[in-house]
T-cell receptor
Framework: KNQVEQSPQSLIILEGKNCTLQCNYTVSPFSNLRWYKQDTGRGPVSLTIMTFSENTKSNGRYTATLDADTKQSSLHITASQLSDSASYICVVSVEYGNKLVFGAGTILRVKS | NAGVTQTPKFQVLKTGQSMTLQCAQDMNHEYMSWYRQDPGMGLRLIHYSVGAGITDQGEVPNGYNVSRSTTEDFPLRLLSAAPSQTSVYFC?????????????FGPGTRLTVT
């Protein structure tokens, strides 16, 4: 069964600190992996999309990594800001059939 | 570009009532989809469309209908609302192809069925 699991479920960090969010997937055949940021009361917004051949991709203070062999991805946030408080969702695209598999998300709260 | 727009933003229905959630995009995207988001769960696909006149079922289609008469619009109809349909609904669009491209989400419709 195609699944995406994220950890931790929630996380609280102090402003300025770094953090790493994890994503494990059992999706086949794999097409690409995406990370989305969802602010409270808003729709998800794309942060990165990585294909099978990409190991690392950055978007400002966000850096995503992908290990296709172990089927793991991580999202690293550097020098966190209060505006980083949101839910971060890992999504894996299946190669055929216009299908995306969503993780339940990690809720990040950045405190001052 | 307005991107993806959804109306209404909030809606309360009584059990058995019907209604249509509206979704429109102005990016000329071929692929459009509807998701529901429930607490503690990932977004689940209800229906999707790869172009005008073409729709297909997603993971949780029961109780919902869709149609795609134009590229821009993709309404979602609740036939007879049930409390289990209380959720936040998101519409999304992307360029089509054999794989789903980068998706752009609307702001969501929060639906409560009493």
């Amino acid at each position: 069964k195609n699944q995406v699991e994220q950890s931790p479920q929630s996380l609280i960090i102090l402003e300025g600190k770094n953090c790493t969010l994890q994503c494990n997937y059992t999706v086949s055949p794999f097409s690409n992996l995406r990370w989305y940021k969802q602010d409270t009361g808003r729709g998800p917004v794309s942060l990165t999309i990585m294909t099978f051949s990409e190991n690392t991709k950055s978007n400002g203070r966000y850096t995503a990594t992908l290990d296709a062999d172990t089927k793991q991805s991580s999202l690293h946030i550097t020098a966190s800001q209060l505006s980083d408080s949101a839910s971060y969702i890992c999504v894996v695209s299946v190669e055929y059939g216009n299908k995306l598999v969503f993780g339940a998300g990690t809720i990040l709260r950045v405190k001052s | 570009n307005a991107g993806v727009t959804q109306t209404p933003k909030f809606q309360v229905l009584k059990t058995g009532q019907s209604m249509t959630l509206q979704c429109a995009q102005d990016m000329n995207h071929e692929y459009m989809s509807w998701y529901r988001q429930d607490p503690g769960m990932g977004l689940r696909l209800i229906h999707y469309s790869v172009g005008a006149g073409i729709t297909d079922q997603g993971e949780v289609p029961n109780g919902y209908n869709v149609s795609r008469s134009t590229t821009e619009d993709f309404p979602l109809r609740l036939l007879s609302a049930a409390p289990s349909q209380t959720s936040v609904y998101f519409c999304a669009s992307s360029y089509s192809g054999s794989r789903v491209g980068e998706q752009y989400f609307g702001p969501g419709t929060r639906l409560t069925v009493t």
